[in-house]
């Protein structure tokens, strides 16, 4: 689990991959700033996508911080070194006013 304070520390980080891995109809509300949206039930399916990125820090999130936790077990089985999951997931990035970009 990764506390916000040390993901926005990460993700100011140009090599840093964020990932969504809420459901569409979750999203409205706004993602976080350059987040790539690969819902939950994709992941697996469309994982190739993120082949180029697995030597990078990889911050997933989903609305509590519990789904992304899955999707993390996911990419570091598939490989991927550096595999972080957002505590509190994007609840916990409102909470701490931090801006959401809308689609």
Not at 59 to 78: D, E, I, Q
């Amino acid at each position: 689990m990764l506390p916000v304070s040390n993901a926005v520390r990460l993700m100011n980080d140009d090599k840093t991959v964020v990932i969504d891995v809420r459901d569409d109809s979750e999203i409205d509300g706004g993602v976080i700033q350059g987040a790539k949206h690969i819902p939950l039930a994709d992941l697996t399916t469309r994982i190739g996508e993120l082949d180029k990125f697995k030597s990078d820090p990889i911050v997933v999130y989903c609305k509590t911080g519990n789904r992304s936790g899955g999707a993390c077990k996911t990419l570091t089985t598939a490989g991927f070194a550096n595999v972080n999951n957002l505590e509190g997931g994007i609840m916990a990035w409102e909470t701490a006013s931090l801006p959401l970009t809308k689609r």
